[in-house]
């Protein structure tokens, strides 16, 4: 099946750096989430990109569509505590239902 | 916020044993999702269904695994006989549309422990 590669795998930051985690895929994707896993949680949506090249805000959080359709990367910005999780990148491919996620990134922020 | 929920948060079952976990989506929603997480792991796709019938499945998905849709409001994942490699979060998923065009909403997840 397809893959997703996202790195990095965990980041150790300081309270209001910047953030930045990407994806990628050998394969084309349709569409490309970004969602957040806090403990005991279900995934939650953080942006979704739907073309290629698109690039997307939500408050302080930006992500891209590559222009391959083949990766995609978020960046947070001057970080604060609340955004410490699991960040999840997703691919959903032509033609299909379900979406292949990535590892996830768990990013933990130090005070 | 429409939520999708699920029922119930945790169940602990002997191997072998049926289960039965349970979904309310978001009710103007038309695709619902199953997902599992294993422990540290990514979540993975199980199976998606629409119409009434299973429009995709993984390769996750096998016999042991269906889907239904009892009534208008609840969707239903069944794990006929559990292995101990069944112990997972089982998250379902809705959207309004194919294409996810608003991404998918997850439900808080359902810990399986097959024991």
């Known amino acids: 099946g397809q893959q997703l590669n996202q790195s990095p795998q965990s980041m150790f930051i300081q309270e209001g750096e910047d953030v930045s985690m990407n994806c990628t895929s050998s394969?084309?994707?349709?569409?490309w989430l970004w969602y957040k896993q806090d403990p005991g949680e279900g995934p939650v949506l953080l942006i979704a990109?739907?073309?290629?090249?698109e690039l997307t805000s939500n408050g302080r959080l930006t992500a891209q569509f590559g222009i391959t359709r083949k990766d995609s990367f978020l960046n947070i910005s001057a970080s604060i505590p609340s955004d410490v999780g699991i960040y999840f990148c997703?691919?959903?491919?032509?033609?299909?239902?379900?979406?292949?996620f990535g590892k996830g990134t768990h990013l933990i922020i130090q005070p | 916020e429409p939520e999708v929920t699920q029922t119930p948060s945790h169940q602990v079952t002997q191997m072998g044993q049926e289960v039965i976990l349970r979904c309310v989506p978001i009710s103007n929603h038309l695709y619902f999702y199953w997902y599992r997480q294993i422990l540290g792991q990514k979540v993975e796709f199980l199976v998606s269904?629409?119409?009434?019938?299973?429009?995709?499945k993984s390769e996750i998905f096998d016999d042991q695994f269906s889907v239904e849709r009892p009534d208008g409001s609840n969707f239903t994942l069944k794990i006929r006989s559990t292995k101990l490699e069944d112990s997972a979060m089982y998250f379902c998923?809705?959207?309004?549309?194919?294409?996810?065009?608003?991404?998918?909403?997850f439900g808080s997840g359902t810990r399986l422990t097959v024991v």
């Open positions: 990109l739907y073309k290629a090249g």
């Open positions: 998923a809705s959207s309004e549309a194919w294409t996810g065009v608003y991404g998918y909403t």
């Open positions: 394969s084309i994707f349709n569409t």
């Open positions: 997703a691919g959903q491919a032509v033609g299909a239902d379900g979406l292949t």
């Open positions: 269904f629409y119409n009434n019938e299973i429009s995709e």
